[in-house]
């Protein structure tokens, strides 16, 4: 039996085209076209082996990559072989029989600000569309695509706006594009505070003055036009510059809110709807920063424990 890697590849994309999102299915090709493709594609998938998985692994080890990267590459690799054992007669999967690429021992810890650091982050922004955006990222706890894709039509009366969709973060064939949210989960309704209700329709009044279009539903970040990462990410580091603060990424916006919460002593279930999660250990694992709100708890009870002697 002969079957090229790279026309199995063709035909998988034809498999996926409506069981993914846009954005998995542009992460997907570009993964595959850039990392997996160039080695494997003059391949007869029958005659793949797993010292050849193994070899691509070693491979891959050349350059370095995060563990994220690493495990995101195994993953679409054996979605792949799946893929082939259900319509191409492949045996199995051989990327499952060897098993994941070995991981880094050196863990990326992610970055999160407090209020203290936010509010001298937030001060140094003037621009007030900005200023507002990166606010609600900061008291929300919302991703970056879905704050982007935002509309007035999503913020009720109430102080609730509903996250019902997600923005492409690059342009796909000329223009970004709105899609679905990440799950399910991620489908739900938030309610904001007083003073960001406020700032929200301030811009509104904004965009009002500015476009003078009647009754024309405006992204609440941008008016006519969605804010562009590039630009917003323009104004985080150069606002990070000038308040001496080591810059965090979008995502890690969420990450503070989380945090934040949990400070306040919000119950986690709670912080876990917030952010749309389904399971409260991954909200637990990789967006409340435990450890550090633990270890200052600690210190806090010492230092009463200490005045006793």
């Not at 005659?47 to 993953?75: A, C, G, P, V, W």
């Not at 259900?86 to 045996?91: G, V």
């Not at 001496?244 to 995502?251: G, S, T, V």
Request: aromatic content about 14%.
């Amino acid at each position: 039996m002969y079957l090229k890697f790279e026309d199995a590849y063709k035909q998988y994309l034809i498999y996926i085209e409506n069981r993914q999102k846009i954005q998995s299915k542009e992460n997907l090709k570009e993964k595959f076209e850039n990392k997996i493709l160039p080695y494997f594609k003059n391949f007869n998938i029958y005659d793949i082996s797993e010292l050849d998985y193994m070899n691509f692994q070693n491979e891959i080890e050349k350059f370095n990559y995060s563990n994220n990267t690493k495990r995101n590459l195994h993953y679409l690799i054996s979605g792949f072989f799946n893929y082939c054992v259900l319509y191409h007669h492949l045996k199995y999967n051989i990327a499952k029989k060897v098993g994941n690429i070995k991981m880094n021992n050196s863990k990326v810890k992610m970055k999160h600000w407090n209020l203290k650091d936010f509010k001298k982050f937030i001060s140094n922004i003037d621009n007030i569309i900005y200023k507002v955006f990166f606010e609600f990222m900061y008291f929300t706890g919302c991703r970056p695509g879905e704050v982007m894709a935002l509309k007035f039509s999503d913020l009720d009366n109430n102080k609730i706006i509903s996250i019902n969709k997600t923005i492409s973060e690059h342009s796909i064939e000329g223009s970004r594009v709105i899609d679905t949210p990440k799950s399910l989960n991620s489908v739900r309704e938030i309610k904001i505070d007083k003073k960001l209700y406020k700032h929200l329709l301030q811009l509104k009044s904004i965009y009002d003055k500015k476009y003078c279009v009647d009754n024309f539903d405006y992204f609440i970040f941008g008016g006519v036009n969605p804010l562009a990462p590039t630009t917003i990410n323009r104004y985080k580091n150069k606002a990070c510059n000038k308040a001496n603060l080591k810059p965090i990424q979008l995502r890690e916006f969420r990450r503070s809110h989380a945090t934040l919460l949990y400070n306040l002593n919000i119950p986690m279930q709670f912080i876990k709807q917030r952010l749309g999660h389904s399971d409260i250990n991954t909200t637990m694992k990789y967006y409340v920063d435990l450890e550090n709100s633990k270890e200052k708890r600690v210190i806090k009870t010492l230092n009463l424990i200490r005045l006793l002697f």
